[in-house]
């Protein structure tokens, strides 16, 4: 099947996630061109990644990363953040999460929304997280159970349907993505967290023919 344009007719849109960083290893880069477009985007995250930190406390990890996530978030135009406390780590496909997620779209009344991918792995060798599939999965659910859902659900991952051209929007993304300094730094202790940064949007713009040399791709779940 052909790659699509991502659609344009919208003007807000929700990106729902399971931690903070979600969003900057995926979508920083289409965040920052739809905000500088004048669209408004908004951050959902069910945990405040309170156990990504080696050696920190989650009593001490939770608040700084949730500073990060919303220093992170202002740089590519978003200033919408809510937390849910749900536990990192933890996140499952529940009837509280999805209820959650339901009231919050709800709520909102986004056009689009945007979540994390729901697969079993990335590329071979390369699982991904329990907490993204169980999430995924619920947004996908939540979605379902919406008398009035919004236009589009779609989710950020490999083998797209959609691409965004966000060529002279990776800088923004390698901002954005740097602001989790500590988290970076506590990671990769060995690699600047800049240096990390840019290995990352680089990762997840690939090129795509006839799109740019910088995309970030969508895969579309549901649209009505």
Same mark, same amino acid.
């Given at each position: ?177 740097? %602001? ?16 990390? %940064? ?27």
């Amino acid at each position: 099947m052909d790659i699509q344009p991502f659609p344009t007719d919208w003007q807000t849109a929700l990106v729902l996630v399971a931690h903070p960083d979600d969003p900057e290893y995926g979508v920083g880069a289409a965040v920052a061109k739809w905000t500088a477009a004048g669209k408004t985007v908004r951050y959902a995250l069910a945990s405040r990644g309170e156990v990504g930190i080696a050696g920190m406390a989650p009593e001490e990890a939770g608040p700084l990363r949730e500073e990060e996530q919303r220093r992170s978030a202002a740089i590519v135009g978003v200033d919408d953040v809510v937390f849910w406390d749900f536990p990192d780590s933890n996140i499952r496909d529940t009837s509280e999460l999805r209820e959650r997620i339901a009231e919050t779209v709800t709520a909102m009344r986004p056009d689009v929304v945007i979540t994390i991918y729901s697969g079993p792995s990335w590329a071979p060798g390369a699982p991904n997280q329990r907490d993204h599939i169980e999430f995924a999965h619920a947004v996908a659910a939540a979605y379902d159970s919406l008398a009035d859902p919004p236009a589009w659900l779609f989710e950020n991952g490999p083998e797209p349907t959609h691409c965004e051209m966000v060529d002279g929007y990776t800088e923004l993304a390698v901002s954005s993505l740097a %602001a989790h300094e500590v988290y970076l730094s506590v990671l990769d202790p060995r690699t600047p967290v800049v240096e990390q %940064a840019h290995r990352q949007v680089e990762m997840s713009t690939p090129a795509s023919p006839g799109f740019g040399e910088r995309t970030v791709g969508f895969i579309l779940k549901r649209h009505r």
